[in-house]
């Protein structure tokens, strides 16, 4: 007589209970695991800052100056007073006259990028370098501006330019480029930076009988190019170590700056038009897209020259003397403003 033996296997509750146990570990796991790749993407943002001071200070000790700011020889005025002309780094086939580089266009050899660098065609604006393209030595045709560059980008926030999805609202050079962005730009003080207008939206560069135009009664004026407000970078800048007389480790270089996503948003209860505050980008754009103002803190929204970070709670910066720093979007606006200025005079108030 052959005895049946019976196998025992799990019930449906037991099987339940397995599925629940993993469930509640997974989701005590994720964030943990998701804490960490923010972590690792932090770090290499940092890097990425890191880097660029350290190209920064190469290109002064070779030309004993920061490269300026933005290269530009084409201005329009409005009711203030002189800006660089919106066309200047967009009109196709010129030559010799019209530039609109950024200063990231100068820093190329000290990133390891000599060899695009060299290619670059320096009587040419940035349209032109973008549309009409090189010829390599191995009979390779590139096209600089458009080249994507990890260095220039936050990977927290992307790992590209993202033109044809998440960052179409962008303005850039031409809109068919949809390569060459990046997330961190040079800081030009804590004052007025740009002209608004949604049909300019480039940067001041007042005259010295322009600039006394715009003084209050207290002696200031609310534009970058005062000296309570004056940063690193401007048009046509010329900016020495010894001109950050406010203390290398008290004045920001570089820093992680706002890209907006989409044409309109929410302030206030107010729908607030994008086209007013729209973020450019281009890592060889001349102008908001390389260049950003403290005059207010980071983190608000409200415009596209403001400092800005995915990484939360924290924008990280490049002070002058090359160290990196992470600091709070909730930081004293008054401190915020001071680390803007190279040579205001008042103290920056620690830590911050």
């Not at 025992?8 to 790749?37: K, M």
């Not at 670059?120 to 560059?149: A, C, H, Q």
């Not at 962005?181 to 804590?190: H, K, L, M």
């Amino acid at each position: 007589m052959v005895r049946l033996q019976r196998q025992r296997g799990f019930t449906l509750i037991e099987l339940l209970v397995v599925i629940a146990i993993i469930a509640l570990l997974v989701a005590l796991l994720l964030p943990a695991v998701q804490q960490a790749r923010e972590a690792a993407r932090r770090s290499a943002c940092q890097n990425n800052l890191k880097q660029l001071g350290l190209a920064l200070h190469n290109y002064h000790d070779a030309h004993r100056i920061f490269p300026p700011g933005q290269v530009s020889a084409y201005f329009n005025n409005d009711s203030i007073g002189r800006h660089v002309h919106p066309d200047e780094a967009r009109m196709q086939n010129v030559v010799g006259l019209y530039h609109g580089t950024s200063w990231m266009v100068h820093i190329l050899p000290n990133i390891d990028q000599a060899a695009l660098y060299n290619n670059w065609n320096f009587n040419w604006n940035v349209r032109s370098n973008g549309d009409l393209g090189v010829t390599t030595p191995d009979l390779g045709v590139i096209y600089p501006p458009k080249t994507e560059l990890p260095v220039f980008y936050c990977p927290s926030r992307r790992g590209s330019m993202n033109a044809s999805s998440t960052y179409s609202n962008t303005e850039r050079v031409d809109v068919s480029w949809v390569k060459g962005g990046n997330d961190y730009a040079g800081v030009a003080g804590s004052g007025i930076v740009f002209n608004d207008n949604q049909n300019v939206r480039q940067t001041y560069w007042l005259t010295p009988v322009q600039l006394a135009a715009t003084v209050n009664a207290a002696g200031i004026s609310p534009y970058n190019q005062h000296g309570l407000h004056i940063g690193m970078f401007g048009v046509n800048s010329s900016t020495r170590m010894a001109d950050v007389q406010d203390g290398t480790s008290n004045v920001v270089m570089v820093s992680e700056r706002t890209v907006f996503k989409n044409p309109t948003t929410q302030v206030n209860n107010q729908n607030i038009n994008l086209n007013l505050i729209r973020s450019s980008d281009g890592w060889a754009f001349g102008g908001p897209a390389t260049l950003l103002s403290f005059r207010s803190p980071p983190h608000t929204g409200l415009h596209f020259d403001e400092a800005d970070s995915v990484h939360p709670q924290i924008v990280q910066v490049c002070l002058a003397d090359g160290s990196v720093k992470q600091v709070s979007i909730n930081i004293d606006q008054r401190t915020w403003r001071n680390l803007g200025n190279m040579a205001q005079g008042s103290p920056v108030e620690n830590p911050f």
